[in-house]
Nanobody, 119 residues
Framework: QVQLVESGGDLVQPGGSLRLSCAASESISSINIMGWYRQAPGKQRELVAAITSVSTTSYVESVKGRFTISRDNAKNTMYLQMNSLKPEDTAVYYC?????????????WGQGTQVTVSS
Protein backbone atom coordinates (compact mmCIF):
# COMPACT_ATOMS: atom_id res chain seq x y z
CA GLN A 1 0.00 0.00 0.00
CA VAL A 2 1.54 3.28 -1.13
CA GLN A 3 0.68 6.39 0.85
CA LEU A 4 0.81 9.72 -0.93
CA VAL A 5 0.96 13.10 0.79
CA GLU A 6 0.55 16.33 -1.15
CA SER A 7 1.80 19.73 -0.05
CA GLY A 8 2.37 23.17 -1.49
CA GLY A 9 -1.17 24.36 -2.11
CA ASP A 10 -1.85 27.98 -1.27
CA LEU A 11 -3.66 31.18 -2.20
CA VAL A 12 -1.85 32.95 -5.02
CA GLN A 13 -2.59 35.91 -7.28
CA PRO A 14 -3.22 35.47 -11.00
CA GLY A 15 0.07 35.22 -12.84
CA GLY A 16 1.80 33.76 -9.81
CA SER A 17 3.55 30.43 -9.33
CA LEU A 18 3.32 27.46 -6.99
CA ARG A 19 5.11 24.14 -6.71
CA LEU A 20 3.16 21.16 -5.47
CA SER A 21 4.90 18.13 -4.00
CA CYS A 22 3.70 14.57 -3.62
CA ALA A 23 5.73 12.49 -1.19
CA ALA A 24 5.38 8.71 -1.35
CA SER A 25 5.77 6.31 1.57
CA GLU A 26 8.03 4.03 -0.45
CA SER A 27 10.22 4.02 -3.52
CA ILE A 28 8.52 5.50 -6.56
CA SER A 29 10.96 4.01 -9.02
CA SER A 30 8.62 1.05 -9.53
CA ILE A 31 5.48 3.18 -9.94
CA ASN A 32 4.52 2.98 -13.59
CA ILE A 33 2.56 6.20 -13.86
CA MET A 34 2.20 9.12 -11.47
CA GLY A 35 -0.09 12.01 -12.08
CA TRP A 36 -1.74 15.16 -10.81
CA TYR A 37 -5.50 15.47 -10.97
CA ARG A 38 -7.63 18.42 -9.93
CA GLN A 39 -11.24 18.94 -9.01
CA ALA A 40 -12.95 22.31 -8.93
CA PRO A 41 -16.27 22.83 -7.11
CA GLY A 42 -19.12 21.38 -9.11
CA LYS A 43 -16.83 19.82 -11.69
CA GLN A 44 -15.48 16.36 -12.36
CA ARG A 45 -11.97 15.44 -11.41
CA GLU A 46 -9.63 15.84 -14.38
CA LEU A 47 -6.14 14.66 -15.16
CA VAL A 48 -3.79 17.63 -15.34
CA ALA A 49 -0.42 16.01 -15.95
CA ALA A 50 1.17 12.57 -15.87
CA ILE A 51 4.67 11.14 -15.86
CA THR A 52 5.80 7.59 -16.50
CA SER A 53 8.60 5.61 -14.88
CA VAL A 54 10.89 6.69 -17.74
CA SER A 55 9.82 10.33 -17.34
CA THR A 56 7.61 10.58 -20.38
CA THR A 57 5.16 13.39 -19.66
CA SER A 58 1.75 14.47 -20.85
CA TYR A 59 -0.48 17.46 -20.05
CA VAL A 60 -4.04 18.55 -20.47
CA GLU A 61 -4.22 21.23 -23.16
CA SER A 62 -5.21 24.01 -20.76
CA VAL A 63 -1.93 23.81 -18.80
CA LYS A 64 0.57 23.14 -21.58
CA GLY A 65 3.42 25.61 -21.46
CA ARG A 66 2.52 26.69 -17.92
CA PHE A 67 2.82 23.53 -15.78
CA THR A 68 5.72 21.10 -15.52
CA ILE A 69 5.52 17.67 -13.92
CA SER A 70 8.66 15.93 -12.66
CA ARG A 71 9.71 13.14 -10.34
CA ASP A 72 12.75 12.62 -8.14
CA ASN A 73 13.12 8.91 -7.51
CA ALA A 74 15.89 9.49 -4.95
CA LYS A 75 13.48 11.55 -2.81
CA ASN A 76 10.39 9.44 -3.59
CA THR A 77 8.66 12.66 -4.58
CA MET A 78 6.75 13.99 -7.56
CA TYR A 79 6.32 17.67 -8.30
CA LEU A 80 4.07 19.99 -10.25
CA GLN A 81 5.53 23.38 -11.04
CA MET A 82 2.70 25.74 -11.89
CA ASN A 83 3.46 29.09 -13.51
CA SER A 84 1.24 31.84 -14.92
CA LEU A 85 -1.61 30.67 -12.76
CA LYS A 86 -5.15 31.62 -13.71
CA PRO A 87 -8.33 31.76 -11.64
CA GLU A 88 -9.60 28.72 -13.55
CA ASP A 89 -6.71 26.71 -12.09
CA THR A 90 -8.42 26.96 -8.70
CA ALA A 91 -9.13 23.44 -7.46
CA VAL A 92 -8.11 20.72 -5.07
CA TYR A 93 -5.08 18.98 -6.57
CA TYR A 94 -4.63 15.26 -6.00
CA CYS A 95 -1.61 13.05 -6.44
CA UNK A 96 -2.18 9.67 -8.10
CA UNK A 97 -0.05 6.58 -8.56
CA UNK A 98 -0.69 3.55 -10.75
CA UNK A 99 1.26 0.32 -10.39
CA UNK A 100 0.91 -2.51 -12.88
CA UNK A 101 1.60 -6.00 -11.55
CA UNK A 102 0.88 -9.06 -13.65
CA UNK A 103 -1.84 -7.38 -15.71
CA UNK A 104 -3.51 -5.95 -12.61
CA UNK A 105 -3.51 -2.24 -11.84
CA UNK A 106 -3.23 -0.87 -8.34
CA UNK A 107 -4.17 2.78 -7.86
CA UNK A 108 -3.47 5.12 -4.96
CA TRP A 109 -4.56 8.67 -4.14
CA GLY A 110 -3.38 11.41 -1.84
CA GLN A 111 -5.71 13.49 0.29
CA GLY A 112 -5.45 16.61 -1.88
CA THR A 113 -4.10 20.12 -1.51
CA GLN A 114 -6.06 23.31 -2.19
CA VAL A 115 -4.86 25.76 -4.81
CA THR A 116 -6.71 29.06 -5.00
CA VAL A 117 -5.89 31.65 -7.64
CA SER A 118 -7.50 34.96 -6.82
CA SER A 119 -6.70 38.64 -6.50
Amino acid sequence: QVQLVESGGDLVQPGGSLRLSCAASESISSINIMGWYRQAPGKQRELVAAITSVSTTSYVESVKGRFTISRDNAKNTMYLQMNSLKPEDTAVYYCNAKILVLFRQYEYWGQGTQVTVSS
